[in-house]
């Protein structure tokens, strides 16, 4: 059985990974878009997801890929009649409004997944599996990149609710709290804001093991000598590293997994699973720390930024 | 049987409000206090929880009235020792630290009570009944009052995971959640920054109710004509309005209760009924509301605050 999928929001992340994933994966398709300024050829495609939604017999299911300020609207809408619902990272503009659609999708028996991308990545489980059976005495993540490169023109990530430097360190979040053995929380935030922006180009963060355990993140938008996307673990088995976003797991410098990145298509198998049950998928736990990393921050304004 | 309570942190609030409210409970005594600066007449005194933790036998129970910066280990310390643990409010510095309390709690086999006084204000429960049984159209929040009078000398508040005027403001979240039928989430969040301080002075907040209905939240330090603590809702059977933090409901203007502030009294009556069972009363949505304000938060930079 297919699981027909509508996707909201045809913006970067839609094309470059949405479209061509749903291609790869068997069981799962693309039947519809809805999109304010552009459309796909092959597909039926709407202005609204409102206007979508009058064509509701073509599809089973929703993939939300707008900005995540006013997401809660259209899940709630996409829920409400009945269709499963897939949100890109993060879940929503605050951890609050997410509860409700949890409770919605259970009431109407449909899906309801926050996906985190990151977690698919290949040396993800493995990484957990290694963590599992040692011990670890400090952890590190280093996750940096060019926002002029990696986020050109997408003005909303700098809006409140954007997230900011926060976009791509939440994968980072989604993946230590993926792999750790306890629960982490935040003892300390250093959040510099250009100070034309009403988001951090760069963070520093310390989270608690509550068992002794540092672990120290440093997010930074402004490095433009290539991206840096490392989580470190220093254990009494070795030093882990989960490389390059997680296409990559050394132990002591040694690859033991390099594979290529298919996140989406994995993705995408696993909604094509809890849509045939009806099931529900939602950790708001990386969110949570950047709503804490908010909440504790302290605030230093920097050079401002131009994009271009 | 009297459930013999340890104050840690004997600051305003603990004067105020912790150590007169023991003496007028049944079933609660007052046995030990640890601070680093004061003490109290006809308790054992100590300048530490490690140090009053060494005459564990004094008492069952520790109430946390220090800053909310920090106060995790020390919950853990008491928790770890085995004692009931009653949290002042917020609970925590962040959303996030406070789930590994819980479940360390939990595992003890003792009580952890994350205390809202506000939701023990006498109209309270007779609001929650009158908007059960009506149809909401709006609520606005007025929290208003001078940090002088209300915080003097309290630098911490004004720190990071201090919370600024959410400190106040936090009673009013704790109120409306406890309130109103359904759970809301924030929309939009304006916060003024003294230029010269890392926390909010103003805040003005809209939340929604997923069905449509407004909340609005008007939160200030600067208001030096006298206090504003309203909850105002309008409905179809009148205009609700919860005064002056909750010692007085009116419909309509009619005033339809107007009862003496005895809001510690009943939180330390709650905690011996928690401790007696083991119980965890632990509602984390007030502080998850102000984490995701800071989170949406768009930050505006007002007058320097300087205290006198």
């Known amino acids: 059985m297919t699981l027909r999928v509508a996707i909201v929001g045809l913006g970067k992340i839609a094309r470059d990974q949405h479209v061509p994933s749903i291609a790869t994966v068997e069981g799962v398709e693309l039947t519809a878009v809805a999109s304010r300024n552009a459309s796909l050829d092959g597909v039926a495609c709407f202005s609204t997801l409102d206007e979508m939604l009058g064509h509701a017999d073509l599809f089973e299911a929703v993939a939300l890929c707008t900005p995540p300020q006013g997401r809660h609207e259209l899940a709630h809408a996409a829920l409400s009649a009945g269709k499963h ?83 791509p360190g939440i994968n980072a979040l989604s993946i230590l709290t993926a ?70 797991m050394l132990v002591d410098g040694q690859v033991r997994l390099d594979e290529p990145d298919r996140e989406y298509a994995a993705i995408y198998r696993r909604f094509a699973e809890l849509a045939a049950t009806g099931g529900i998928d939602v950790d708001l736990s990386p969110l949570q720390h950047v709503a804490d990393a908010f909440l504790l921050g302290r605030r230093h304004v920097v050079e401002a930024f131009v994009e271009s």
């Open 85 to 167: 619902v897939l949100l890109e990272k993060p879940p929503g503009a605050t951890v609050s409004e997410v509860r409700p659609l949890e409770a919605l999708a259970r009431e109407k028996g449909v899906s309801l997944f926050a996906t985190w991308h990151s977690r698919f990545a290949p040396a993800v489980e493995p990484a957990r599996a290694f963590l599992a059976q040692s011990r670890i005495r400090s952890v590190r993540i280093e996750w940096k990149e060019d926002v002029r490169k990696w986020h050109p023109g997408q003005e909303w990530i700098w809006e409140p609710g954007g997230l900011g430097v926060f976009d």
């Open 179 to 248: 792999i750790l053995p306890r629960p982490v929380f935040l003892t300390k935030s250093d959040l510099s804001f250009p100070e034309n922006r009403a988001a951090p180009i760069a963070a520093a963060l310390a989270f608690s093991d509550g068992a002794g355990v540092p672990v120290e993140a440093d997010f930074d938008w402004r490095e433009t000598r290539g991206e840096i996307w490392n989580i470190m673990a220093e254990t009494d088995a070795g030093s882990l590293t989960v490389a390059d976003g997680g296409k990559r």
